[in-house]
């Protein structure tokens, strides 16, 4: 037992098996760390094992654990104020809308404060529905938008099913998913029907009633998809070409994962709504928001804007959020992301080149997700998630395996010894799954 806890190990984790319920699991195969302190891309657990976070959590805490100015940041807010409802006016509110307006591409410059990533989602439906006085949206297969009943309806991907029939008005497309091209083709022979697709989707399901399309800048938990470099302006001329809004979900792609405040940014164009969370206040206190443009924002000057919950713009998130992006520029984590993303790209094609167990590998920045096969012919997945998710653990490294994926994730904060660090873990946890593939 360490000067942090007053409980054992043991106590900390009977104490949540007993009275209370892990997400994404079925309760009796949960065997959680049980985490007492962290500190930059380090965690520590009850009995004092280090774990070096490559998840970054949940792909949120980009500037590392604990800084001490968002510390500090929260701490004096909460001497300040703690709370008041969201149609009284605050300082950090004002003043985390006008910094995240800066940093925003184009005519993005009003933003709406939420609770999270799935409540931006909802809330960008919403408004996109009051706006356009259409009620279709569309969203991609392979995506992930959250867990709430509208958020889990744009989401394309399985977790979608258990909580069907879920919100009406939402039709799924498909991805620029290269590697398992849904029409056939390689890399070297694409014809883009991952672009040409969506516009005739858009056709037939009647371009008057659709009234938005929710892409996330680069998709996040369905395995790091880059797009092709025309993909994000084509979309934009589509879009306009129909009156659809586009929205950017960058609640695991935006604040500096990629290299850039958002993913978009890569590709010069301006959606109509960029949807944030995580990486907002990198997970130190819970805040969503949605940025809206100049239109929107100019419709809702005398329209209602109906939306908005008890904690909606909660003074101590917003302080905590104005000080995680200060944070971002004065330790140059943007920078950081971007002088590493070519050294973490070179040692996954490495680590391919290596093991048989690996098909694929994609990066952009600091967001990278190695897919694994039983063969590199058919690409069938391989399931050795759990046995490579034991191995990691005992070797000290946290990390996000869903289904064949493992991502390096780490925050953004992190050195290139750090990540040699991890990468070799994942090396020789690869060994392993080597021993699966035919």
Known sequence: MTQWQTRTAEEIVRLNRDYTLFPWSAQSAVDPIPAVRAQGVYFWDAEGKRYLDFASQLVNVNIGHQHPRVVRAIQEQAARLCYVQPALATEPRGLLGQKLTEIAPGNLNKVFFCLGGADANENAVKIARLYTGRWKVLARYHSYHGATYGAIALTGDYRRWAAEPAMPGVVHVFDPYCYRCHFGWTRDTCHRECISHIEEVIRLEGPDRVAALFLEGVTGTNGVLVPPDDYWPRIREICDRYGVLLVSDEVMSGFGRTGKWFAVDHWGVVPDMITMAKGITSGYVPLGAVLVSEPIAR?????????????????????????VLQVYEEDGLLENAVRLGP???????????????VGDVRSIGLFAAIELVQDRVTKKPLTSGPLLSRFLRQEGLFAFLPRNLVFVVPPLCITEEQLEEGLAIIDRALAIADQETR
Request: hydrophobic residues 40%; contains cysteine.
């Open 343 to 357: 050294v973490l790209a070179r040692r996954l094609e490495e680590l391919k080149a290596r093991h048989p167990s």
């Open 299 to 323: 419709h809702f000057e005398e329209q209602t804007l109906w939306g908005g919950l008890t904690y909606s713009s909660h003074p101590l998130a917003c302080a905590a959020g104005l000080a």
